[in-house]
């Protein structure tokens, strides 16, 4: 019986031209100059000290990492200090009314009916914690974060990688066979079934692919095929 649903964002509870056309270009323009304004706080300061060691650049020079870290967002490049500065970022964008997250409304309407029915509801994501948590606490929906019971990112692990979904499941305390993971990406769902943990591949455009998987359109395909008898 399903208990647990893990779910992924991009592609999956929002869309992906929402990540790639609105949140990686502000935060290619912003960025520079959040650098510069904030460098010395200790936590952005922190996250720079990592961006110097992962690229060999000089701690010094906050114009060379300023160029590293825009060559990483060109390049979608899932490093956790460029994920938690874009968080830093979205947050003054979320806050001044200049972004808006988007929510599929079929998730919009599921994710609140879950948790209504009681299943606790969880977000992996490759974007920092920080950036799940505004992407659904300023959405066009309204404030989705109350249904959630905790946010993963990749400090947890990569997420095609099945140890990664072995750690989530010891940071639940429940059996992977409880937990249902939603995902656009196979080798996601592939590394989440190794762990033991059931899964459905959301296809929302496009021919669906032959599979002995669940393959879903929407949420609420996923709710009639693995959730309604529960």
């Not at 964002?9 to 935060?27: C, K, N, Q």
């Not at 994501?125 to 066009?140: D, P, R, Y």
């Not at 409880?178 to 769902?189: C, G, Q």
């Not at 669940?214 to 959730?227: K, M």
Request: charged share 25%.
């Amino acid at each position: 019986m399903i208990r647990v649903i893990l779910t992924d964002i991009e592609g999956t509870t929002s869309s992906i031209s929402f990540v790639h056309d609105v949140l990686f270009p502000y935060a290619a323009e912003h960025l520079p100059g959040f650098v510069r304004e904030h460098c010395d706080k200790p936590e952005v300061s922190g996250q720079l000290d990592s961006v110097a060691k992962d690229a060999g650049v000089d701690r010094g020079d906050t114009e060379a990492l300023i160029e590293i870290l825009q060559a990483w967002i060109r390049e979608d490049r899932k490093a956790t200090s460029l994920k938690a500065l874009q968080g830093m970022v979205w947050e003054q964008g979320y806050q001044k009314g200049e972004l808006q997250g988007h929510i599929y409304e079929d998730a919009a309407q599921y994710l609140q009916h879950w948790h209504d029915r009681g299943l606790r509801l969880y977000v992996y994501s490759s974007g920092s914690v920080k950036a799940q948590k505004l992407i659904f606490g300023f959405t066009t929906a309204g404030d989705f974060t109350p249904f959630f019971s905790g946010y993963f990112d990749t400090r947890i692990g990569g997420k095609k990688e099945p140890e990664a979904y072995r750690n989530i499941l010891n940071e639940l305390g429940v059996e992977a066979k409880t937990v249902l993971f939603l995902s656009d990406v196979e080798a996601e769902l592939e590394a989440a079934e190794a762990a033991g943990m059931k899964t459905a591949w959301l296809i929302r455009d496009g021919d669906l692919p032959e599979t002995e998987r669940v393959v879903a359109r929407d949420f609420a395909e996923v709710d009639a095929a693995l959730l309604q008898k529960r």
